[in-house]
């Protein structure tokens, strides 16, 4: 089954402080996988994808996203975390064989001044 | 306009009454999603279409849930027989199509509709 995990349910970090959202997967060949973000009452906006070959992606608002394969990883990181950055944020998997975005659960972010 | 578009943003209806949600993909994108994102919870996939393939509804949840999408374009969500724990924001979303190569290409939502079963 193609699936991902989102381990923690909320991060919180200070103002100024990098922050990570972790998430891993769990697909049968090369993994497509994306960062979405969700702010109050609005819908999903896309933030970054994994491109093949680029263990470091960089994507919208600063974020970046580092893939481990070893490990099944694909962490949301920022440097330097700005309390507009509070939001829900998603993590999601193109299963190779088929179309549609398997979603984790989310991850609540707050970033306290 | 440049985004999908999803109408009503809310809706509020009775226990038993039929509702239908509507989806306007970004023009040129054949494939098109539709999601349920309950309070707390993340996002179940519901319907998908791409072109003028059959669609795969294998995520509806009943057979009072079904999907249209008339010309390519324009996608229709029925409920028929809403139930209180239909109650949930309902998001679109639309992408090129997802294979020969362009697995990695994402998928832009709405900004949903937002049910209320009373």
């Known amino acids: 089954a193609q699936s991902v995990a989102q381990p923690e349910d909320q991060v919180n970090v200070a103002e100024g402080n990098p922050l990570t959202v972790k998430c891993t997967y769990s697909?049968?060949?090369?993994?497509?996988l994306f960062w979405y973000v969700q702010y109050p009452n609005r819908g999903l906006q896309f933030l970054l994808k994994?491109?093949?070959?680029?263990?470091l992606v960089k994507g919208s608002y600063g974020f970046e996203a580092e893939f481990n394969k070893s490990q099944t990883s694909f962490h949301l990181k920022k440097p330097s975390a700005l309390v507009s950055d509070s939001a829900l944020y998603f993590c999601?998997?193109?299963?190779?064989?088929?179309?549609?975005?398997?979603f984790g659960k989310g991850t609540s972010l707050l970033v306290t001044p | 306009g440049a985004g999908v578009s999803q109408s009503p943003s809310n809706k509020v209806t009775e226990k038993g009454k039929d509702v239908e949600l509507r989806c306007d993909p970004i023009?040129?994108?054949?494939?098109l999603y539709w999601y349920r994102q309950s309070l707390g919870q993340g996002l179940e996939f519901l319907i998908y279409?791409?072109?003028?393939?059959?669609?795969?509804k294998s995520g509806l949840p009943s057979d009072r849930f079904s999907a249209e999408r008339t010309g390519g374009s324009v996608s229709t969500l029925t409920i028929q027989r809403t139930q209180q724990e239909d109650s949930a924001v309902y998001l679109c979303?639309?992408?090129?199509?997802?294979?020969?190569?362009?697995?990695?290409?994402?998928?832009?939502f709405g900004q949903g509709t937002r049910l209320t079963v009373v």
């Open positions: 279409f791409q072109g003028n393939s059959a669609p795969d």
């Open positions: 999601a998997v193109r299963p190779h064989s088929g179309y549609a975005l398997n």
């Open positions: 697909v049968s060949g090369n993994p497509y």
């Open positions: 979303a639309s992408s090129l199509a997802p294979y020969r190569g362009r697995g990695n290409t994402e998928a832009f």
């Open positions: 994994y491109i093949t070959g680029d263990n």
């Open positions: 023009s040129g994108h054949t494939a």
